[in-house]
């Protein structure tokens, strides 16, 4: 049983930065396949980012909207998943969830494709 805690959210000014943490238990980070989603109030939860096994290493997806703003990385040594957030703007308010896949699908951005969900942590931009 994969189980998931996210942490690091907060209040930021527009152009702060943010590092959300997933602490990872139950499983070994390296055999699993991460993503982050994320959902702000009234609308649908969207893809923000994910690390794929591709045979001994790892491949980062990005969402167009953040794409070189954030950085997903993994300490496997700590078996957590970080989402370093840089130049942060109001828009990207929204609750954050932590999701992992033991099965490695090339569609990862797609929520059906994590078994594995956190709680979320709120992550609020104020202009």
């Known amino acids: 049983q994969v189980q998931l805690a996210e942490s690091g959210g907060g209040l930021v000014q527009a152009g702060g930065s943010l590092r959300l943490s997933c602490a990872v238990s139950?499983?070994?980070?390296?055999?699993?396949?991460m993503g982050w989603f994320r959902q702000a109030p009234g609308k649908e939860r969207e893809f923000v980012s994910a690390?794929?096994?591709?045979?001994?290493?790892?491949?980062?997806y990005y969402a167009n909207s953040v794409k070189g703003r954030f950085t997903m990385y993994r300490d496997n040594a700590k078996n957590t998943m970080f989402l370093q957030m840089n130049s942060l703007k109001p828009e990207d308010t929204a609750l954050y969830y932590c999701?992992?896949?033991?099965?490695?699908?090339?569609?990862?951005?797609?929520?059906?494709?994590?078994?594995?969900w956190g709680q979320g942590t709120q992550v609020t931009v104020s202009s």
């Open positions: 690390r794929r096994r591709t045979g001994g290493n790892t491949y980062a």
């Open positions: 139950g499983y070994t980070l390296s055999s699993l396949d």
């Open positions: 999701a992992a896949s033991r099965t490695s699908y090339s569609d990862i951005d797609k929520e059906d494709r994590y078994d594995s």
